[in-house]
C-alpha cells in the first residue's frame, strides 16, 4: 500500500481540536455581583434625589419685626425645609400663603420660621380682647392660638346659649389647677364690634354658668 503524501513528507496529519464547553458569561459569580452592586446604587441614588425633593417651602422672616408691625414683602423671604410630619409643616406659614399686609401677633426673629398663629388681619387685631376661665372639659385638648371657636354658655337653670361665632384665641395658657374637673385655662378671644356692643348681658349671662368653646374646622 502506497504511504500517502503526508506521510511522505514527514509530517503527522492534524489532530482533531478538542471542543471545550464554555459556561455562560452571565453564570459568573463576578458578573452577577456587578449587577447587583449597580442596582444597589441605582436605588440608593434614586432614594437620595426623592429625599431631596421631600421639603416644603415657607416663610422665614429676613430681619426682626416686632409685635404690631404690619408685614410687607421685604420682611419675609422664602426656605425649603424638610419636617419630620405633617403636623410640623402645619405649624408654619407656606410660602404660598399671602402674609403682607398683614399685622404680627407676636415678635419674630429674623430667620425664623414664621408660625401660623404669629399674623393676622388687621381688623382681627384690632378685636377687643377678652380673657375667659375655661373647664379643660369644655374646649378641644389641642386648642391653639390663631383657631378660631364659638363660644357657648351653659347657664345652670336654663337652656345652653351661643355668646359669639368664630371668635379668635389670642392667646391660650397651660392648664390650672389640679388634674380633674377643677383644672382650667385661661383663654384669651378676640371679640369684634358687633360682640363688643352688647357685652354686659353677655358677661352677665355668662356669670350664671359655665364657658364652653367649640373650634371651627382649622
Do not use: C
Not at 111 to 125: H, W, Y
Amino acid at each position: 500500500m502506497a504511504d500517502s503524501p503526508m506521510l511522505r513528507s514527514g509530517f503527522a496529519a492534524p489532530s482533531t481540536p478538542t471542543l471545550r464547553t464554555r459556561r455562560a458569561r452571565w453564570k459568573d459569580g463576578r458578573l452577577l455581583l456587578g449587577v447587583l452592586l449597580v442596582a444597589i446604587a441605582a436605588l440608593a441614588g434614586a432614594k437620595i434625589l426623592s429625599a431631596a425633593d421631600d421639603t416644603t417651602a415657607v416663610w422665614a422672616a429676613k430681619r426682626d419685626m416686632p409685635i404690631g408691625v404690619t408685614i410687607t414683602g421685604d420682611d419675609l423671604t422664602t426656605v425649603n425645609v424638610r419636617f419630620t410630619s405633617d403636623d410640623a409643616a402645619r405649624q408654619y406659614v407656606a410660602a404660598d400663603a399671602d402674609l403682607k399686609g398683614m399685622v404680627t401677633t407676636r415678635a419674630i426673629s429674623k430667620g425664623e420660621f414664621v408660625p401660623r398663629q404669629a399674623a393676622t388681619t388687621k381688623s382681627d387685631n384690632e378685636r377687643t380682647e377678652l380673657p375667659l376661665s375655661v373647664a379643660t372639659g369644655r374646649l378641644p385638648s389641642d386648642t391653639a392660638v390663631g383657631d378660631h371657636v364659638d363660644v357657648w354658655v351653659i347657664p345652670k337653670d336654663r337652656p345652653a346659649a351661643k355668646l359669639w361665632a368664630e371668635v379668635r384665641v389670642v392667646q391660650i395658657d397651660t392648664v390650672k389647677g389640679v388634674a380633674g374637673s377643677s383644672a382650667r385655662r385661661q383663654v384669651l378671644v378676640g371679640l369684634g364690634a358687633e360682640y363688643v356692643r352688647g357685652l354686659p348681658a353677655t358677661l352677665a349671662l355668662m356669670s350664671a354658668g359655665e364657658p364652653v368653646l367649640i373650634r371651627r374646622g382649622r
